[in-house]
């Protein structure tokens, strides 16, 4: 049986990651960056983060002008 966590529980485990991320990008030089920029921590989740808000923000505008109508095929 699947036991849910709580809000804390996944709001610790969140500031885990972010730190270990810090710990292993920066401090242990482990990440090599190709631009200055990328250094940046949880870089890579700021990425992703906004690269999914682009990616709605397009399919709704998209879906404006591809959706018919309710009753099209009547």
């Given at each position: 049986?699947?036991r849910?966590?709580?809000?804390?529980?996944?709001?610790?485990?969140?500031?885990?990651?972010?730190?270990l991320e810090?710990?292993?990008?920066?401090?242990?030089?482990?990440?090599?960056?190709?631009?200055d920029?990328?250094?940046?921590?949880?870089?890579?989740?700021?990425?992703g983060f906004?690269?999914?808000?682009?990616?709605?923000?397009?399919a709704?505008?998209?879906?404006?002008?591809i959706?018919?109508?309710?009753?099209?095929?009547?």
């Amino acid at each position: 049986m699947i036991r849910m966590i709580s809000k804390k529980t996944f709001y610790w485990i969140c500031l885990i990651v972010v730190i270990l991320e810090i710990v292993f990008l920066k401090i242990m030089h482990l990440g090599h960056p190709y631009f200055d920029f990328e250094e940046l921590p949880a870089f890579g989740a700021i990425i992703g983060f906004l690269g999914t808000l682009f990616i709605v923000v397009v399919a709704k505008s998209l879906s404006l002008f591809i959706t018919k109508r309710e009753d099209y095929y009547d």
